[in-house]
């Protein structure tokens, strides 16, 4: 299941992205990744499946803020009274971890999809309304050189 040594990132949903990035960069003394700008297909609980464009940046001092931009209509918004939407945990297996914690009750609201299956990530909201985020690990072949700028992040579809 969710293990602390797994856990690299709290993520924040911004209306203003830029101005969040600028903001949280200064006065939290972070620095940060090059910006993630994708089209990215994706299961919901609530609307099936589409393909939204994402926009995502993380900082480079670990564990990771990342900051997503606002996508009306996803899970992607703000929480009112929750600075933080979601964590971030590393996975070896998504498709294991993720049938694990949906056994211990959490219910998956959000996947990348492709091919009729989920891969890469997926959200899920445990039984006390957090939500985590799952990443497969080797969706990012050099977490390290990404947050360092040595590389563009690309989608990794599954065979």
């Given at each position: 299941m969710l293990r602390q040594e797994n856990f690299y990132h709290a993520g924040i949903i911004a209306d203003d992205f830029d101005g969040t990035v600028e903001r949280l960069g200064r006065e939290m003394g972070l620095t940060w990744s090059p910006v993630i700008e994708l089209d990215l297909p994706l299961w919901m609980r609530d609307r099936g499946v589409l393909t939204v464009r994402t926009k995502a940046v993380y900082s480079r001092e670990e564990p990771c803020i990342e900051i997503i931009r606002?996508?009306?209509?996803?899970?992607?918004?703000?929480?009112?009274?929750?600075?933080?939407?979601?964590?971030?945990?590393?996975?070896?297996?998504?498709?294991?971890?993720?049938?694990?914690?949906?056994?211990?009750?959490?219910s998956k609201i959000l996947c990348a999809y492709d091919n009729g299956r989920m891969f890469g990530m997926a959200y899920l909201e445990l039984s006390n309304g957090l939500y985590v985020e799952l990443v497969d690990r080797a969706s990012f072949a050099d977490w390290k050189g990404f947050l360092a700028g040595k590389m563009e992040h690309e989608i990794i579809y599954p065979d």
């Open positions: 606002t996508l009306p209509g996803t899970p992607w918004v703000p929480i009112e009274g929750r600075p933080l939407h979601h964590l971030g945990y590393w996975t070896d297996d998504l498709h294991r971890d993720t049938a694990e914690l949906e056994a211990a009750g959490a």
